[in-house]
């Protein structure tokens, strides 16, 4: 099994795993090499997989789980200032609002925060909040038949080392689904 890092950032903790599906635990024995868990940007990494055949088996499904999510729709938007505040106050039903206030899991670095906004698929506005240590994005995420609008504030509080995150979007399920993701990433 080959892995690529088409990022720039290093992959940290990258521990790939290999399940053998439970109807034949017993016909294989799927054995892995451990894996060094940093991967540098732009690299590739390799994994020998050794499978020794045990007993005969008919199941040969190969079932691979691709890790992509909401946000892989995510169209970023340009939006003044005005339009976003207006746009947010639109999209405050209980529903539409969701947050999660939780604790720094990475260093709080600026850039950082806004490289993982931008590569979540956001646009990042400035001067759009009044508090220049918030970072505001907007997008649009499509699907078939419907676009979704989508507008995400993250506030940092370095003192308590906290984030709060707030997801307006025009669809309930979606600004669930979107706060889950992209409170994970800080
Ligand atoms: C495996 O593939 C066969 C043929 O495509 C299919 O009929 C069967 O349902 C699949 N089994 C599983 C467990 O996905
Ligand atoms: C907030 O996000 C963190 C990190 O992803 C997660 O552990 C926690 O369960 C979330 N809290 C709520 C209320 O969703």
């Given at each position: 099994l080959f892995y690529g890092n088409k990022t720039s950032t290093q992959f940290l903790n990258f521990t790939p795993t290999l399940i053998c599906a439970d109807n034949l635990q017993t016909n294989l024995n799927?054995?892995?090499?451990?894996?060094?868990?940093?991967?540098?940007?732009?690299?590739?990494?390799?994994?020998?997989?050794?499978?020794?055949?045990?007993?005969?088996?008919?199941?040969?499904?190969?079932?691979?789980?691709?890790?992509?999510?909401?946000?892989?729709?995510?169209?970023?938007?340009?939006?003044?200032?005005?339009?976003?505040?207006?746009?947010?106050?639109?999209?405050?039903?209980?529903?539409?609002e969701v947050q999660n206030i939780s604790k720094a899991?990475?260093?709080?670095?600026?850039?950082?925060?806004?490289?993982?906004?931008?590569?979540?698929?956001?646009?990042?506005?400035?001067?759009v909040d009044l508090n220049p240590a918030n970072f505001m994005g907007a997008g649009i995420i499509h699907s078939k038949p419907t676009q979704t609008d989508c507008l995400l504030g993250l506030e940092p509080n370095l003192q308590t080392q906290m984030y709060r995150l707030t997801l307006h979007t025009s669809k309930d399920t979606m600004s669930q689904r979107l706060c889950e993701l992209l409170s994970e990433q800080f």
């Open positions: 799927l054995q892995t090499r451990p894996m060094d868990p940093t991967v540098d940007g732009g690299s590739k990494m390799e994994q020998a997989v050794n499978i020794e055949c045990r007993s005969d088996f008919t199941e040969k499904n190969v079932s691979v789980k691709l890790p992509f999510t909401r946000n892989k729709f995510f169209q970023p938007t340009e939006m003044a200032s005005q339009n976003f505040v207006q746009c947010w106050k639109q999209l405050s039903n209980p529903h539409q899991e990475h260093p709080m670095d600026i850039e950082i925060t806004k490289a993982k906004i931008i590569g979540f698929g956001s646009v990042l506005l400035e001067d």
